[in-house]
């Protein structure tokens, strides 16, 4: 299986401020990494896939970036309603498999 | 626009079978670029791939499972199931279907069903 380490494990931050989300994968996926977004009690969305393609519908201050091993979601400019947790997920190989969630807090 | 929507039995004895069902409507459900996935997640806890089935009706599951789980479609009732037998109390959790869409650099999750709760007690 591929494993998959996200860090952090959680942040604090403030409106406004610029947020980075890593992934590392213990073998190369190319550019097969999604990153989800997951509000308390709602399903999982998509925020990209690709590694950096932007699904239709997401603020543009959401990115992402990376390919190989290593990937980084970032948000430019975080909003009220970024407050949230995130995962990351690698879907080359089966078994697919989740990071363990960044889970982004208000300062 | 795709709606997925799971439904089962909230409370599942223990060694018994988990059946839940995932309804798709407002779109294709035989596009040859889409599967159909199955996720959970345990309370308080992180994102598990329980595993897919595409078109042609080939599945792959996520081995921790030990064999113990199965998940199939049909088209014309235009659903996916899944199925887990021998259940315990660690497999209690919100159980999510997916529509997986696939291109040829890319795969993700989306839409989601809004989840079901599944517990499982004695």
């Known amino acids: 299986d591929i494993q998959m380490t996200q860090s952090p494990s959680s942040l604090s931050a403030s409106v406004g401020d610029r947020v980075t989300i890593t992934c590392r994968t213990s073998?190369?996926?190319?550019?097969?990494l999604d990153w989800y977004q997951q509000k308390p009690g709602k399903a999982p969305k998509v925020l990209i896939y690709?590694?950096?393609s932007l699904q239709s519908g997401v603020p543009s201050r959401f990115s992402g970036s990376g390919s190989g091993t290593d990937f980084t979601l970032t948000i430019s400019s975080l909003q009220p309603e970024d407050f949230a947790t995130y995962y990351c997920?690698?879907?080359?190989?089966?078994?697919?498999?989740f990071g363990g969630g960044t889970k982004v807090q208000i300062k | 626009q795709l709606q997925l929507q799971e439904s089962g039995p909230g409370l599942v004895r223990t060694s018994e079978t988990l059946s839940l069902t995932c309804a798709v409507s407002g779109g294709s459900i035989s596009d040859g670029r889409q599967y159909w996935g199955w996720i959970r997640q345990p309370p308080g806890k992180g994102l598990e791939w329980i595993g897919n089935?595409?078109?042609?009706?080939?599945?792959y599951y996520n081995p921790s499972l030990n064999g113990r789980v199965s998940i199939s479609i049909d088209t014309s009732k235009r659903q996916s199931s899944l199925r887990l037998n021998s259940v315990t109390a660690a497999d209690t959790a919100v159980y999510y279907c997916?529509?997986?869409?696939?291109?040829?650099?890319?795969?993700?999750?989306?839409?989601w069903g809004q989840g079901t709760l599944v517990t499982v007690s004695s």
């Open positions: 690709d590694a950096s």
């Open positions: 073998q190369t996926i190319y550019n097969y």
């Open positions: 997916a529509r997986g869409m696939t291109t040829v650099t890319a795969n993700w999750f989306d839409p």
């Open positions: 089935v595409y078109h042609g009706g080939n599945a």
């Open positions: 997920q690698q879907s080359f190989s089966t078994p697919f498999t």
